[in-house]
């Protein structure tokens, strides 16, 4: 009787592992099922380059929200967003990548890619009436970008990286 009790105890404990469990899809491609990255050519034109048909692309299919696209090791993404409509895309392709963004605006349109390793992107806005429409690229390793506050001058600001140990620093006031 007891060992009837122990293997009833055993089955459902483990029955739920054992349910949980689905067979692995072997397609090269499984990892871009989103609705944003529904073809590896969407998905790679996203995180190599945001061309504008790209961006154009990407915003249609984002009706609204954050999108998130991690390709590596330790990347991190800390949003905290307050807006009417907030369509943000962030791509992440290589290791210990750090985006941290904090807005509040009337509208948040942004994208956001860090190719590369050891990257970082610091962005504040807080309590503007801007339509905020931002892009930040950064390919290489060891860069950062620190945005502080938009105005009518930086509301629709485009800021490209490239190469090794950037920094930039901008304060909107």
Known sequence: MKTFILNMILFLVFSPLLYAQEKEDNSEF???NSSVFNSKEVALSIVSSLDKKAQ???????QSGVQIRQIGDINTVKA?????????SVAQK????????????KTITQN?????????????????NYNVNMEMIQKGNNQS???IGTNSMSKNLKITQTGNG???ILINK
């Open 112 to 128: 956001i890619v860090q190719q590369g390793n050891n990257n970082s992107i610091s962005d504040f806005t807080l309590h503007t």
């Open 56 to 62: 154009n692309d990407l915003n249609l299919k984002i």
């Open 30 to 32: 499984k990892h871009y």
């Open 145 to 147: 970008i620190q945005n």
């Open 80 to 88: 905290n967003l307050k807006a009417n409509e907030i369509k943000v």
């Open 94 to 105: 290589g290791n210990n990548n750090e985006l941290f963004v904090d807005k509040y605006a």
């Open 166 to 168: 950037a920094s930039i």
